[in-house]
């Protein structure tokens, strides 16, 4: 039976559950899904920053929370909680992505990167073969590697240490004829990442990225049906679906901790709900030293959570755009991925400027939702959803960090489509969203901080036990099997 | 307390009491123990050994680590970096217990006076400023190394107490700490042990040094004690000594060299079933001891360090420090042995080639006694089948 109600009922104190699930994000209501299914009784805390409704950002514009693309949806998770049967579609399965370098000169890749050969050749005719056998190659790698990015132990793989400690630049540089083709690695590589693709480890990301299957495609990028929103949506049906009761409140002031096991949450009220597996989905600073205590944690594993300030962040701008988009090459069809690929030089000023806290030209992601979706902007005009990357870590409230970002924005369409002829109207900026550490540094953290806390029954499936950027759902399906293996075992920590 | 292992400084820092203690010192032996001057013997081993067992004897106790610990949350972060229950402390009141690090490992020996309500004073073998800066992190304390700015004082032996009322500190009572001004100099006085030997501890400004010096020793001259009979009380005590008889886990290359508390035979300071310590969870989920840090008596006169140690012809460990006891007769060794080990049979080879061997016994100590009773305790709080009628 599932219910939705809120915790508001004085100091009452709620027995008979065996797990508490605390977030409102995919991996939250993928967690409880996951266990739910197995016939336990779970409660989903809805805390935290949920998935919004569409919002007018202007007058007829409206904006869609989240990614709207796909690149890595867990296929477990899929399959296990039947996501297709409760809402999940894609609107565009394979999309393509249209290049833009930074001399002016464009590429268009096809949907299904086993295909990119002949697309290469169109563009240089000698990397036609080398670049298709260098994605295939890589493709290989990447799904070797797959079970380790989503969680899993790392792979035998001889040559793992060697590929963990390539930099971008030090794998690829010099493979094509065109150089132009490095760039566009380097963009897919960079977009979301802290670090600089000079430095060691930094070849992982582009393998993370090619390692993704969304819509049963290796390597592919799908458009969700309603963006994050949608997919969230489908999640939470599941959840409910398997059973979850799912609650409302922001008023979780504890985990408790008695001995070294979790026994529940309390809230403000003096309310509590006693369980013996809780799965946090909040970030690890919330989860661990604001419900459990700094006093109550190891010394090291305290530390861990320590996290330096960001400086590197990537952002996301909803544009209202007046018109249809004029620019020929662009404007032929909008329903594609645009990425804007700069060269090496161009990306490392972009790199240097955003960490002294400078807006700058970097790699730019963009889609048109509003070709996807035609209720998000009036008749005959546009909306763009636009990921730019690197730009300084800042607070949307700050003027002058919010124009500098608005500035960049401007610039980068113009420089995906030259030719455009509408009218940027408005733009929205989210809030800026930390960008990835290196791989290895975010593979270690994560066994650290999922595995060590040393409190039974408490797992974790917050943002720092995700790999790499966008949204994945594997840290949920991890913290709800081991939740669930927990359960089973009689409460002995997997 | 326990002195560490010396170091390799080639120019230690002098102690405040440095200058009264190179007065007094006929043979001139000096050390390192924290990167501070420790004298190794002052007259002679067997004069200061027996002035600590039978009478009374003055030891620098300057190149120990001290802090000191206030504020409104130094309870609970007391509580949370030693094993010590610091929150169970009165004022007034000292405890003991271990520094843990997250793997349950043993990193250091630590001494904690309550000096007032959230006034703690933490002593510790080796310095711990980095750990306890991490530590400190969310907590409402201020930590300072105070180990420069003050003296410190050890008289050890049974005549401890009266010798410190003769020079007018008789402000101790009972076991409690106390403080207070004698004769125009401010200090604090507790009971510690150095091993065997019982004694009390005067910590007061570094600045007053040679005039609390001069006055413990203007009625009677009592004898200081350098770092060689120091161990030979600390062996009989069964107290294990950091970077000799284990190595702390901050300074360990890898796992396999730290210890935990079993292993070295402290169990009873960090005991399982108490309210969370750093490193207790990892301790709960630790495989069981695979050594053990053992008191053995040998039937030879000399001192075997690094001995192998033998039963029924197999060896089973080895010595890790040994002194000559004069109230036993014998040499006095820690070993650590296998945790598997027989009892008896034993054997020490004194040279490589086992020519020469000593007959060696389980020496019984303060610690060993306390730590037997620990693990009995424990064994029978966590039973719950009946032995047959």
Known sequence: MSETMNVSKGARIEGGIDAVVIGATADAFAAAAMIARSGLHVVLIETGDRPREKREFSPGYFAVDGDPLAYALDQQVIDALDLYRHGLSFIARRLETFVRFGDGAAMTLPGDPALAGEAVAAFSEADATRFADFLEEERKTARALSGWFSGGAAPLIPALREIGAASFDGAVIGRFADQRLEDYLRAEASIGAAHRSSEAFTYLALLRRLAGETAGLQGGVAAIDGGGRGLASALRRAAQAAGVSIRQTDRVRTVIVEWDRVAGVSFDDGGQIRAPVIVSALSARETFIDFVGKARLDIEFARLLDFPAPTIATVRAHLALNGPIGDALVGARLDRRFLLAPSAATLESAWRAAASGKASNGVVELVFPSALDRTLAPEGCLTAAMLLHPVAFGDPADEVWREGIENVAREAIRRVAPEMSAEIVAIDLDAPERAAPPMFEALERRRRITDASGLEGYFFCGPEASIGGGVSLSAGRRAGERALRYFKEGGTNP | ?389
């Open chain 2, 1 to 389: 307390m326990i002195f560490p292992a010396a170091d390799d400084a080639t120019e230690p820092r002098a102690t405040a009491l440095y200058a009264a203690a190179a007065s007094v010192s006929a043979t001139n032996s000096w050390t390192s123990v924290n990167g501070w001057a420790a004298a190794r013997v002052y007259s002679s081993f067997e004069e200061e050994y027996e002035a600590a067992s039978r009478d009374v004897a003055l030891v620098d106790l300057g190149p120990l680590c001290r802090y000191t610990v206030r504020g409104k949350e130094a309870p609970s972060f007391l509580s949370r970096l030693t094993s010590c229950p610091v929150t169970e402390l009165s004022a007034a009141e000292s405890g003991r217990g271990l520094i843990l690090n997250a793997d349950g490992l043993v990193v250091d020996l630590a001494d904690m006076t309550r000096v007032s309500g959230d006034l703690f004073l933490l002593t510790t073998s080796a310095p711990i400023d980095r750990r306890l800066q991490v530590a400190a992190r969310g907590f409402d304390v201020e930590v300072e190394n105070i180990a420069g700015m003050v003296a410190a004082l050890g008289l050890f032996g049974p005549n401890a107490r009266d010798a410190a009322a003769a020079a007018g500190v008789d402000v101790l009572e009972a076991e409690a700490t106390a403080q207070g001004r004698v004769r125009g100099v401010e200090l604090a006085v507790r009971p510690i042990n150095l091993g065997s030997a019982p004694g009390i501890e005067i910590i007061f400004p570094a600045e007053d040094a040679l005039v609390i010096w001069e006055r413990l020793r203007r009625r009677k001259p009592i004898p200081a004690m350098g770092l060689d009979a120091a161990d030979a009380l600390r062996i009989e005590g069964g107290a294990p000594r950091l970077g000799v008889d284990f190595i702390g886990a901050d300074a360990a290359l890898s796992a396999e060299e730290a210890r935990i508390p079993d292993e070295i035979g402290l169990p009873h300071l960090a005991p399982p079933n108490r309210a969370w310590f750093n490193g207790r969870r990892a301790m709960r989920n630790a495989e069981r001891a695979r050594r053990r840090l053992v008191v053995l008596s040998l039937d030879c006169d000399r001192a075997p360090v690094g001995a192998a140690i033998r039963s029924r012809d197999a060896v089973i460990g080895g010595v890790t420090s040994a002194a000559f006891s004069p109230k036993l007769k014998r040499v006095l060794c820690f070993a650590e042995v296998r945790a598997d080990a027989p009892a008896s049979d034993l054997e020490a080879m004194l040279t490589p080639d086992g020519r020469s061997k000593a007959a060696a016994r389980l020496h019984e100590t303060d610690e060993s006694r306390l730590a037997a009773t620990f693990r009995e305790n424990l064994k029978a709080a966590t039973g719950f089948r009946r032995s047959p009628v």
